[in-house]
C-alpha cells in the first residue's frame, strides 16, 4: 500500500514558475513508474510527465515539452515536477501517481495522490 501526497501548487502569474513535490510513503518499490497528471476544470484527467525509477527515462507530453522536468529527489519516495514558462492554459488541479511496473498515459495507474492547485494568470 502507497500513499501519495502533492505539494507545492499555488497562484502564480504566466511566465513564472512552481516546483510541485510528490511525498511516497508505505511500501514502495524501486521499479515504480511515477508520473504526474492534471485535471482542468470541466475536462478530464491528462497526462503531463512520468519517470521510470530505474534507469530514469522520461516521458512527457508534448504540451509541456521543453517547459516541465520531472525528477527524482535525493530520496527514492520523491518525485518532483519544475515547472517553468507557466501559461494560463497550465492551470489545472495536479495528481501525482505511482505505478508498479509500468508507464502509463492514460490515468491507469496504481496509487493517486489528492491533488494540488496550480492556478496561473494572464
Known amino acids: 500500500q502507497v500513499q501519495l501526497v502533492e505539494s507545492g501548487g499555488g497562484l502564480v502569474q504566466a511566465g513564472g514558475s512552481l516546483r510541485l513535490s510528490c511525498a511516497a510513503s508505505?511500501?514502495?518499490?524501486?521499479?515504480?513508474?511515477m508520473g504526474w497528471f492534471r485535471r482542468a476544470p470541466g475536462k478530464e484527467r491528462e497526462f503531463v510527465a512520468a519517470?521510470?525509477?530505474?534507469?530514469?527515462?522520461?516521458y512527457y507530453a508534448d504540451s509541456v515539452k521543453g517547459r516541465f522536468t520531472i525528477s527524482r529527489g535525493n530520496a527514492k519516495n520523491t518525485v518532483y515536477l519544475q515547472m517553468n514558462s507557466l501559461k494560463p492554459e497550465d492551470t489545472a488541479v495536479y495528481y501525482c501517481?505511482?505505478?508498479?511496473?509500468?508507464?502509463?498515459?492514460?490515468?491507469?495507474?496504481?496509487?493517486w495522490g489528492q491533488g494540488t492547485q496550480v492556478t496561473v494568470s494572464s
Open positions: 519517470i521510470i525509477w530505474n534507469g530514469g527515462n522520461t
Open positions: 501517481a505511482a505505478d508498479r511496473n509500468a508507464v502509463h498515459t492514460t490515468p491507469d495507474y496504481d496509487y
Open positions: 508505505g511500501r514502495t518499490f524501486s521499479n515504480y513508474a
